[in-house]
């Protein structure tokens, strides 16, 4: 049976470890050659291009810090040198720097809105040309359900969310002539390094809200995004997509 992703580039940021991880294996798993991005996770990083090739797909790694724009440009231009194209971005990689409105420093609201948003804004940039040229390309940018319902003590976490919410509708209507989807995945309470930062009270308050009843799983959020990278998706720009065990709705 062919694959849903045969022959496609994508580009995962921050895919060393955490959904983006996930996110990689399940596109290369559809059959799609990857270039994986990441900032720290150098040896985690090259395990995943390992596990990536036994699943009998392509990769590449590039060491980059997406906030930075020429740094951002390097993950595209490696993709271009490698396979020629990019089809499918995946702007996963984030960061929280927790604490309250009266607590939060200047810089921890910056770095957060640099890594989450801007960050986003960069890649998009720097791939939105190649896919203007080829008329086709899929967008999905990694959000929250704290960039749509805000959460004390993430004040810059929720703007920098609901940020990138406001981001994938706005460059959605911009691209859809050409022939792009964009849409966003709002996860909630996500099995990951992020998640188990958390303090057992904390998590537990948070299962509580959720009707599933459970923490979800990385594999659940890739799930989603194949679906969104993959033609089965094609008539769907715009959009904002929980997975959440129904903590919003
Ligand atoms: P994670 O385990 O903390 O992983 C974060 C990833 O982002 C790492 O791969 C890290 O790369 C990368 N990263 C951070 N700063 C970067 C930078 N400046 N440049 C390039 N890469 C950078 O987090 P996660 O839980 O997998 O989260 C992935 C995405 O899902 C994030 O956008 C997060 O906000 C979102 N999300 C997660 C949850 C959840 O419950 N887990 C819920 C809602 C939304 P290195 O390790 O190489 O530094």
């Known amino acids: 049976m062919e694959k849903l992703l045969s022959g ?20 290369a798993a559809e059959g799609a050659n990857l270039v994986v991005n990441y900032r ?25 810090d997406i906030s930075k724009y020429d740094e951002a440009e390097t993950i595209i231009k490696k993709a271009l040198d490698e396979y020629g194209t990019v089809d499918i971005l995946v702007n996963n990689a984030g960061i929280t720097k927790d604490n309250l409105l009266l607590r939060m420093k200047e810089e921890d609201f910056d770095s957060v809105i640099n890594v989450n948003l801007k960050g986003a804004f960069n890649c998009i940039k720097h791939t939105s040309r ?48 050409r022939g792009i989807t964009v849409n966003a995945v709002a996860p909630g309470i996500i099995k990951s390094d992020m998640t188990d930062a958390l303090t057992d009270k904390q998590r537990e308050s ?19 995004v194949l679906f969104l990278a993959s033609d089965l998706s094609s008539y769907i720009t715009g959009q904002v997509i929980n997975v959440d065990g129904g903590m919003v709705m």
């Not at 580039?9 to 060393?16: D, P, Y």
């Not at 940018?141 to 940020?163: F, H, M, P």
């Open 130 to 177: 190649v896919m203007l040229k080829k008329k086709s390309g899929k967008i999905i940018n990694i959000s929250s359900v704290i960039g749509l319902i805000g959460n004390a003590g993430q004040v810059n976490y929720a703007a920098a969310k609901a940020g990138i919410i406001g981001m994938t509708k706005s460059v959605a209507k911009e691209l859809a002539s």
């Open 206 to 224: 948070i299962v509580a809200a959720v009707p599933l009843n459970k923490v979800g799983e990385a594999e659940d959020v890739a799930n989603l």
């Open 8 to 27: 496609k580039v994508a580009v995962v940021t921050g895919a060393g470890r955490g959904l983006g991880r996930a996110i990689a294996l399940k596109l």
């Open 40 to 64: 720290s996770s150098e040896a985690e990083t090259q395990k995943l291009i390992k596990e990536i090739e036994e699943l009998g797909s392509k990769a590449v790694a590039v060491k980059a």
